[in-house]
């Protein structure tokens, strides 16, 4: 009996010894980001089908219009133009993502991925898994755009029937300080 328990305490702690190093053997599969509440924010859209083209000026730090009204299930051409002295973004999603895309978006200025007025290219061509940062980190979210200051960009969404959404910017500071906007869904403006 006194073997036995020798050698299982000697397996246990082993066993123990080596546990610190499993979790980066195990090389952690991130769970892929923003795949949750997609259908509650809408979809990427097609061009043939928007109705309408709405333009959206970028300041520091805020949108010009602050508020928009979209029907059930319309597609909307967004026209972004970032006019402002700094980075910003245009991003339509739930108050709930966008509080776990400024945490992503704080990580990439601390990796040097982007700076308050440029976004490094190469630095976002790199293997982020590495960092032990999800695939998200390349912000190429299909449900936003981000631009330099002076640039302008392009967004066409499909918006859902309903639903809690606000565009916002999620740079470090700037959903605080008055980056986000409202999204209104048009009442009894069901289809059909
Ligand atoms: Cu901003």
């Known amino acids: 009996m006194i073997g036995f328990k020798t050698t299982a305490f000697a397996a246990a702690l082993m066993a123990s010894a080596f546990l610190p190093y499993a979790p980066l053997q195990a090389a952690p599969g991130h769970s892929g980001g923003h795949g949750h509440g997609s259908a509650a924010i809408g979809e990427p859209g097609k061009a043939a089908e928007a109705s309408r083209t709405v333009t959206i000026v970028m300041g520091d730090n805020y949108y010009e219009p602050e508020q928009i009204e979209v029907s059930a299930g319309e597609t909307i051409r967004f026209v972004v133009q970032n006019k402002g002295e700094f980075l910003h973004e245009f991003n339509i999603a739930t108050p709930e993502m966008h509080a776990a895309h400024q945490k992503e978006m704080a990580m990439m200025f601390e990796h040097g991925m982007l700076t308050p007025t440029s976004i490094d290219r190469e630095m976002m061509k790199m293997d982020h898994a590495k960092m032990g940062m999800s695939h998200s980190m390349k912000h190429d979210d299909p449900n936003?755009?981000?631009l330099e200051p002076g640039q302008s960009g392009e967004l066409i969404w499909k918006f859902p029937s309903t639903?809690?959404?606000e565009f916002a910017c999620n740079i470090p500071g700037?959903?605080?300080?008055?980056?986000v906007g409202g999204v209104q869904f048009r009442a009894g403006a069901g289809r059909k």
């Open 144 to 146: 936003s755009v981000l």
């Open 163 to 165: 639903g809690t959404l």
């Open 174 to 179: 700037h959903y605080e300080t008055g980056m």
